[in-house]
Antibody, heavy 119, light 110 residues
Framework: DVQLVESGGGLVQPGGSLKLSCAAS????????IHWVRQASGKGLEWLGR??????????AYAASVRDRFTISRDDSKSTAYLLMNSLKIEDTALYYC??????????WGQGTLVTVSS | QSALTQPASVSASPGQSITISCTGT?????????VSWYHQHPGKAPKLMIF???KRPSGVSYRFSGSKSGNTASLTISGLQAEDEGDYYC??????????FGGGTKLTVL
């Protein structure tokens, strides 16, 4: 079974940085794209970006709303993907999910890690 | 890259059928057959219900079906059951490696 576990969330001041991790198991991580999605409390889902596999040049793509501040990376030796968030704003407060999307029956989501941006 | 448009809410009685629409543009929903639908219960991660417009993952009830016409995709749920309540999101490829969700639709089973 696809398993994804996010970590690294917490309280951060506006303007600060935070790096989230997504530990994967149950599938061939090195061959998979990984996505990041967030959800503010009581709001809808927002796709943030994705990183493709090394076979696809680790290509990244981002939503316009975070393109200049967020960076996705991966370490296949650790089966872990990362989301580095810089210049955080209060409106970045949300539950952050990593997910293996676009694989039909073999999709998977983590349970999320909470990021709170507040002074 | 604007969010896809969904109705905010829909409601129906058990046993009835409902359809949730998801309207995009000719650059996303209308161009690619890469629309998915997710169901989310409060406090839970989303669950894939439909992918590639019409395909159902194994384990998802036949009561769920997807379709697309022009720039609008639709999710139909037949024979509504109480467990179908929750939020439904459409999700589409939007070109250049990007994807976009709909704003979500809250389904209430009366």
């Amino acid at each position: 079974d696809v398993q994804l576990v996010e970590s690294g969330g917490g309280l951060v001041q506006p303007g600060g940085s935070l790096k989230l991790s997504c530990a994967a198991s149950g599938f061939t991580f090195s061959g998979s794209a990984i996505h990041w999605v967030r959800q503010a409390s009581g709001k809808g889902l927002e796709w943030l970006g994705r990183i493709r596999s090394k076979g696809n040049n680790d290509a990244t793509a981002y939503a316009a709303s975070v393109r200049d501040r967020f960076t996705i990376s991966r370490d296949d030796s650790k089966s872990t993907a990362y989301l580095l968030m810089n210049s955080l704003k209060i409106e970045d407060t949300a539950l952050y999910y990593c997910a293996r999307l676009g694989y039909g029956d073999f999709e998977g989501w983590g349970q999320g890690t909470l990021v709170t941006v507040s002074s | 890259q604007s969010a896809l448009t969904q109705p905010a809410s829909v409601s129906a009685s058990p046993g009835q059928s409902i359809t949730i629409s998801c309207t995009g543009t000719s650059r996303d929903v209308g161009y690619y057959n890469l629309v998915s639908w997710y169901h989310q219960h409060p406090g839970k991660a989303p669950k894939l219900m439909i992918f590639e417009v019409t395909k159902r993952p194994s384990g998802v009830s036949y009561r769920f079906s997807g379709s697309k016409s022009g720039n609008t995709a639709s999710l139909t749920i037949s024979g509504l059951q109480a467990e179908d309540e929750g939020d439904y999101y459409c999700f589409s490829y939007a070109g250049s490696g990007t994807l976009v969700f709909g704003g979500g639709t809250k389904l209430t089973v009366l």
